[in-house]
């Protein structure tokens, strides 16, 4: 018979109950399963010594140091929407609210008519800094006026790649080399164009500043009852997911944002809502500090919980985002209109390869 | 992988079963117990609201406290290989069969788990710390037979880099 395989004779040294009789008996037999028996013996047993722990670890103040942690994170959660909610806030906050809009007025271009104007279209990702404060903070998006969900983006499952490509009209990513601890086929998400139209409202804002003890600076001419669109998608993601803990891949791909507006003058609608009060001035900088060409889209980084870096893929700039606590890692860049990100619980070089390796 | 519930009721039971597990899977890797207990602090606040099942709470532990402290291993790996080219000659390393393991062959060990791949690594690691060829396959999603090979080629490996360095002196 054939000599059972390295990984047999290794699963021989300390589990050998898990290995077949068939193997065992001819391991018994064959010298040169036997020299390979030892090898493994003596490898596991040297790497067994190079990995000693020492003494076990104090466990009861182990504990209170955990009970503690834990004691002052639920007092921080008392004391801040919980996580969801601040989610949700963070998707209807004025910051991500003016950050968008602010990146479709950097395009800055003649005042429109009143036909639907694009005025931004996203060629690169950059990150802004933004603290959790900064967004629990705020009043959310409806002090500054209405926002109308336009199109659903419907996001559900799918059979296979393919039929995510017929469903988005996108080339679906293909991931050549897993890195390791994901394995197996993906499941496949899309999701179709979605459009949100946000008309802003000086006298809500009025209101909501003066609540707030704050005074609204008077809106300039046009942008009361200004309206902008903004639409991403489709997009189509494939989720490697696992058990026990071990890490979860995903690769997205998504039509990038757009904007369109309704005509008013841009600069100056631009560099009021970057003026209105409680969005913070180091933010506001940030954001003026893009160039005006309304190609950027900011991409808001929670300061407390992440880095970011600036990498290359495919010869496009690439954001590189990394939690501060090393488990999560995700790496996204533009190239032609499309958005492409890669993300999972794995670091930064892994996320890198991973996007690198790409087949369409 | 934070959670986003309550803090588990169990939590206290589950921590003072699994955690010298998990320190000694974060001590493997990083061959250092303040790192390891920091490893395992930050891998039951992480678990405290999660609802992964008792049952395979430890597993999901011990995957979490291999993933992230091989993550604080890679994130200071330039920062010890400067180190190593700055520390000029080294001592001499008695034989790896000895009982006694140097500082200098303990940071060794770790440069070599880093530069394994991570799946090699966090299965020697996983194994290492007690965990059966099924609960290993579980974690990685690997076939039961496949663990062997993954473990073995890993423990080649860092037993290269330990004769290396031992013949070289």
């Not at chain 1, 300039?220 to 979860?248: I, K, Y």
């Amino acid at each position: 018979m054939r000599h059972p395989t390295e990984g047999t004779l290794r699963r021989l040294v300390d589990e050998p109950a898990g290995v077949a009789d068939a193997d065992r008996e001819h391991v018994a037999g064959c010298p040169a399963c036997l020299s390979g028996l030892a090898a493994a013996q003596r490898d596991a047993a040297a790497v067994s010594t190079a990995l000693d722990t020492g003494t076990p670890p104090d466990v009861d103040a182990a504990w209170s140091r955990l009970a503690h942690a834990v004691a002052v994170d639920e007092r921080r959660r008392a004391a801040a929407p919980a996580p969801a909610r601040r989610w949700r806030n963070r998707l209807r906050s004025p910051v991500v609210a003016v950050v968008g809009v602010a990146a479709l007025l950097a395009g800055g271009g003649a005042a429109a008519a009143a036909d639907w104007l694009q005025v931004f279209r996203t060629e690169q990702i950059a990150p802004v800094s933004v603290t959790q404060a900064d967004l629990v903070a705020l009043p959310d998006l409806s002090a500054y006026g209405t926002a109308q969900v336009v199109e659903e983006p419907d996001v559900r499952g799918v059979a296979d790649a393919a039929a995510a490509g017929e469903a988005t009209g996108l080339g679906v990513p293909r991931v050549t080399d897993l890195p390791g601890g994901v394995s197996g086929d993906p499941a496949y998400q899309v999701g179709n164009r979605a459009t949100v139209e946000f008309t802003f409202s000086a006298e809500r804002a009025a209101e909501a500043a003066s609540a707030a003890g704050e005074t609204l600076p008077p809106p300039p001419a046009g942008l009361d009852g200004g309206r902008f669109r903004l639409s991403a998608g489709p997009g189509v993601a494939a989720v490697w997911t696992s058990g026990s803990g071990a890490p979860g891949l995903v690769v997205a791909r998504v039509v990038a944002p757009t904007a369109e507006s309704s005509g008013i003058p841009f600069a100056t609608a631009r560099e009021y809502l970057l003026s209105l009060p409680g969005l913070p001035e180091d933010l506001a900088a940030q954001l003026r500090s893009f160039a005006g060409d309304g190609t950027t889209l900011p991409l808001p980084v929670p300061a407390g919980l992440a880095t970011s870096s600036v990498e290359e893929v495919d010869g496009a700039p690439a954001t590189v985002l990394t939690s501060r606590d090393g488990s999560v890692a995700g790496v996204v860049w533009v190239t032609d209109g499309v958005v492409t990100a890669v993300a999972g619980s794995l670091d930064a070089d892994e996320v890198l390869a991973v996007a690198r390796g790409l087949q369409e | 992988m934070s959670g986003r519930g309550a803090v588990r009721a169990d939590l206290e039971q589950v921590f003072r079963t699994a955690y010298p597990r998990v320190v000694a899977v974060a001590t493997r890797v990083l061959g250092s117990r303040d790192g390891a207990e920091d490893v395992a602090q930050e891998v039951f606040l992480s678990f405290a609201r999660t609802a992964v099942p008792a049952g395979e709470a430890p597993a999901w532990l011990s995957v979490a406290a291999a993933h992230t402290a091989l993550n604080h291993l890679r994130s200071g790996r330039r920062r010890a290989s400067r180190e190593e080219s700055a520390a000029g000659p080294d001592p001499t390393v008695p034989d790896v069969a000895d009982d006694v393991v140097t500082l200098d062959e303990r940071r060794r060990v770790r440069a070599a788990l880093a530069r394994l791949p991570r799946r090699q690594a966090v299965a020697l690691v996983l194994r290492h710390s007690g965990l059966s060829y099924a609960e290993v396959a579980a974690a990685l999603d690997l076939s039961p037979g496949s663990v062997g090979t993954t473990v073995r080629r890993a423990e080649s490996a860092l037993r290269e880099e330990l004769s290396r360095h031992a013949s070289s002196h």
